[in-house]
């Protein structure tokens, strides 16, 4: 039987799981400053009235690989304030102005404060103490910031507070986690090394780093980092279990292509066995160009990160990527990468396109719907349809009778569970669903709906919005078009 069940996991990439982390860090610095607070002696200011209500707590899956997604939602007043002590700058003409910027953060009024820490004059902050209260000031404005009006907001006033004081580690932090949050350009290679000298406890540098690394395709780069951020998250985490499935997926990976090579197109790392046939790397690569301008087109998405596929010979497939015997092909969403067997590939160039499409929609609908919110019917059926496979047979011409479907809702999570019989109606199912949706609505409605759950809604709702039906309508009309179909076959 033709099988394309790929074990796709319901859980993101690398880089999402540094959200949770960031929450989670953020979290415990959060209950760090509280309890610093009541050990210490007051200081002349309450430091932090806007702290008053404790962020929100985020609780991980338990089981990772079923876990519906591990973007978290944004950590509202997650950085670090730091304290700040008028009574340190005596003597100056601008401790009066500082104090006055500090009583407007502490009243929530940041742009008033801004103003006036961005009057302060130059040559105010040649004297380091003075620059040192500044930054101290700047941080906190940040936080103020990142609680009323998103992180992102508060780039700049963190970004000002590093500059002022490049060693002090809380900005940098404060900054880091901000960048990683926002998926800032800023995150460079060198920002985040730079910041791990800084900080070298902290493990959310060590995984956006690692997670860098990995999407260059250093492999035993992103393993250091991984493995040193694993070891700065407290055993207790309920990130942890998470954390070792990565590690342990990237160490088979890097074990596997220890001898691969990798040759790169605009939109693809394509890496191969270098003893192998060097025209497989070359159809394959025309084949994943051509489904990246047509499927790209259809579903109007084109993705923005390079897709990395690894060609593997059929006798290591199973061991190297752990997918099922079965499987003819395999996208990672903890890896984020497609992984197929070519063995005898160019034999059979209509099964390589048929595979290489298939997976590259799922690569696609990764990248687009971020933790994977993709209702697995509908992502399953969107990989066959545009896949260009008639392979499968139509839903009505295997089943005899009126048909009973399994509730498009109950095939919205994983399938890797299901024995092989349930297996192959939910794939016809989710073909069938999707081909309904498609000549129905038009492809045009498929990508609203896709945009409405990259936007985070619930696929019910996706569908209420976009269709102007309910979810149960919806399948209502599906069954009873597959229905009419099975008996106009009779007649
Ligand atoms: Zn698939």
């Known amino acids: 039987m033709h099988a394309f069940r790929n074990q796709r996991g319901k859980i993101g990439t690398v880089g999402d799981v540094l959200i949770l982390l960031l929450v989670l860090v953020t979290i415990g610095a959060w209950w760090i400053t509280q309890r610093n607070k009541l050990r210490t002696a007051p200081p002349p200011a309450p430091a932090a009235p806007i702290a008053a209500t404790p962020p929100p707590i985020v609780v991980a ?19 670090q304030l730091r304290p700040f002590t008028p009574g340190s ?23 008033d404060a801004e103003a006036r820490l961005s009057a302060l004059p130059q040559d105010a902050l040649n004297d380091q103490r003075i620059r040192q209260a500044a930054s101290v000031l700047w941080n906190n404005l940040g936080i103020v910031r990142q609680q009323s009006r998103g992180t992102a907001a508060a780039v700049p006033a963190f970004k000002t507070a590093v500059t002022l004081s490049p060693r002090d580690q809380t900005p940098r932090l404060n900054l880091a986690h901000a960048y990683v949050e926002t998926k800032d350009p800023a995150l460079t290679r060198e ?60 160490l088979r990976a ?21 003893n192998e046939d060097y025209d497989t790397w070359t159809k394959v690569l025309d084949i994943l160009e051509d489904a990246y301008r047509d499927i790209g087109q259809k579903l109007n998405y084109f993705p923005a990160k390079p897709i990395t596929v690894v060609l593997h010979t059929r006798a290591v497939f199973q061991s190297a990527t752990g997918s099922p015997a079965w499987a003819d092909g395999l996208y990672d969403g903890v890896l984020g990468r497609i992984q197929i067997p070519t063995q005898g590939a160019l034999t059979d160039q209509a099964w390589l396109a048929r595979v290489l499409r298939h997976e590259f929609v799922h690569a696609l609908l990764h990248q687009r719907v971020e933790g994977s919110r993709v209702p697995t019917w509908l992502n399953e059926g969107l990989a066959m349809q545009l896949a260009g496979d008639n392979s499968w047979p139509d839903l009505d011409r295997v089943i005899k009778g009126e048909v009973t479907l399994i509730p498009l809702s109950r095939l919205e999570g994983g399938w890797t569970g ?22 129905r609505y038009g492809m045009g409605k498929v990508q609203d709906i896709i945009e409405a759950l990259a936007g985070r809604q619930p ?32 007649t």
């Open 191 to 250: 920002f985040l090394e730079e910041t791990i000298q800084i900080a070298p406890n902290d493990p959310v540098a060590h995984l956006a780093l690692a997670d860098l690394l990995y999407g260059k395709d250093d492999l035993a780069g992103a393993i250091l980092h991984l493995e040193q951020g694993r070891q700065q998250t407290p055993a207790g985490s309920p990130l942890r279990p998470y954390l070792d499935l990565v590690s342990a997926r990237v």
């Open 459 to 490: 696929m019910a709702d996706a569908i209420k919005d976009r269709l102007f039906i309910s979810y149960d309508e919806f399948q209502q009309r599906w069954s009873d078009d597959i229905n009419e179909k099975i008996r106009a076959g009779k």
């Open 254 to 274: 890097e074990k596997a292509e220890q001898k691969f090579s990798a040759r790169e197109s605009s939109h693809f790392l394509v890496k191969f066995n270098g």
């Open 89 to 111: 700058l005596p003597g100056s003409q601008h401790t009066a102005a500082l104090e006055t910027v500090h009583a407007l953060i502490e009243q929530g009024r940041d742009a």
């Open 61 to 79: 899956d338990q089981d990772p690989a079923q876990a519906p997604s591990l973007v978290a939602p944004s950590p509202a007043g997650g950085g």
């Open 418 to 439: 299901f024995p092989p019989d349930l297996a192959t109606v939910a794939y016809l199912e989710g073909n069938s669903a999707t081909a309904y949706l498609i000549d």
